[in-house]
């Protein structure tokens, strides 16, 4: 089977598709959209996609594409423990002068920099996995913020790891693909829709037939609709499986008030990597 | 008075400063930090910030921020249709060769560029503002995508308006200060909560006890709790001022199911300038 990733290798979706399925060819791709048209043209069995991270909030681009995909639908999840390392042919910390990283990387770990090693410079690059190659080429001076599967792939020596300032950093991903899935009993379904009376407040009336089955929710999101402002599209997540008959009822009992609505996919509950 | 900004001048939230305030100074301030904090010491009395867009959603540094203030609280808001025109000092776009403009304004008018001059090569800068400036040193090949108040500040001339992909591209901003608004009657009140028991289902009772009251809500939004995946923060805007008896019941009601609770603020429902 082949799961399409936001590459290059060692990036950390390439390490949640490796938690995900040693079995698979993983194969990097260049964009979100690239990994989901590779999908929905069946180029790929199946994509990962990151959907939200603990510190930054949701992946916007990625909620707004899943609105639109014909035959894919969420098949699996996986949280990641986002952990970030220094990379180096450096022996120690002390010997490096400049750290190359993708930004979100470099923001997530400023203050560690700032009060432990404010002579080192930090630079921007277009991700952790180019940062590796980077450093590879210019040597001992040089390091990169990126996770232990960059230091095998990349052949670098982890020198210090947990650098980011704030410790509680993780990020959900999606597996999407064209196949259906089973009830396994311990599942979790993924829902967007938007109101016939668009005002956030019908919100409540779904909520509401969700809270009388006794259907416990683990995710509420808005997006705009892209028509003008204060109109939105809500995303629901809910333990459950599309296919449990209390689960049908709630479908049936909020059709009545949404004038758009979409099965994003049921899955089995992901496991969290440490 | 004085009203902070993100400048440089001829931004759009420069233009929204001066939509909402046409008799105060403008200070253009380099980052959100920047006119947050300025308002928390006092160094400005107002600060302009944008919340959230049509087609991006939520600008989450900002909702983020606005949990901290201690001082400062929203006292406005201001609806700004966002129009990309061309300017140049070129008597028409056939002359220019080279656009310049933020990353976010050329991704929103590619398609334009795209059909109809796919000869102009497009570049990134720091701002629509820095672009214009770019290009009034360098002369009629090279034409700006900025509004139409950057072409008055930067003597260019408007060639094109409306060239944005999606035509619906609203920005809303708020005005934060350290002063109390009144009750006008046409009010709305910003809120941000946490639920003790941790689970998004909570939220429908927090919308039942407004729904009961027949209070309107006007957009909802949730946020992580940046201490792990699943715990989210909610922030709700609705229809009336804190001060209004209805209000204060509904926060008596909801008092019981929050662990964290702020009153962002109460303000004149803004206008919207096409």
Redesign the interface.
């Known amino acids: 089977m082949e799961i399409g990733y936001l590459g290059p290798a060692g990036s950390f979706s390439h390490m949640a598709a490796y938690l995900y399925s040693q079995n698979s060819r993983l194969v990097p791709l260049k964009t979100f959209t690239d990994i989901i048209q590779g999908v929905e043209e069946k180029e790929i069995d199946e994509g990962i996609l990151p959907i939200?991270?603990?510190?930054?909030?949701a992946v916007?681009q990625v909620m707004d594409s899943l609105m639109k995909t014909r035959i894919s639908t969420i098949r699996g999840e996986v949280?990641l423990k986002i952990e970030h390392c220094i990379l180096s042919d450096a022996s120690s910390v002390e010997e490096i002068r400049h750290i190359y990283s993708h930004h979100q990387a470099i923001q997530q770990c400023r203050d560690f920099f700032n009060i432990n090693y404010p002579h080192i410079s930090l630079h921007s690059c277009d991700s952790s996995s180019s940062a590796c190659m980077v450093v590879k080429e210019m040597g001992n001076q040089y390091g990169a913020i990126a996770n232990t599967y960059a230091a095998k792939i990349h052949k670098l020596k982890i020198l210090k790891c947990g650098i980011q300032d704030?410790n509680?950093n993780?990020t959900?991903f999606i597996i999407i693909g064209g196949r259906k899935t089973i009830v396994t009993g311990n599942d979790k379904t993924s829902i967007v829709f938007s109101f016939h009376n668009d005002?956030?407040?019908s919100?409540?009336l779904v909520?509401?037939a969700?809270?009388d089955r006794g259907i416990?929710?683990?995710?509420?999101?808005?997006?705009?609709a892209?028509?003008?402002?204060?109109k939105?599209v809500f995303y629901i997540d809910f333990i459950g499986h599309k296919d449990n008959e209390m689960v049908m009822k709630v479908f049936e009992d909020i059709s009545i008030y949404v004038n758009y609505f979409k099965v994003l996919g049921s899955y089995p509950i992901g496991i969290?990597y440490e």
Chains 1, 2 share one sequence.
């Open positions: 939200e991270n603990s510190t930054e909030g916007t949280i704030n509680f993780q959900r005002y956030p407040g919100l409540y909520l509401k969700f809270a416990n929710l683990t995710r509420i999101e808005s997006r705009p892209k028509t003008e402002m204060g939105y969290t």
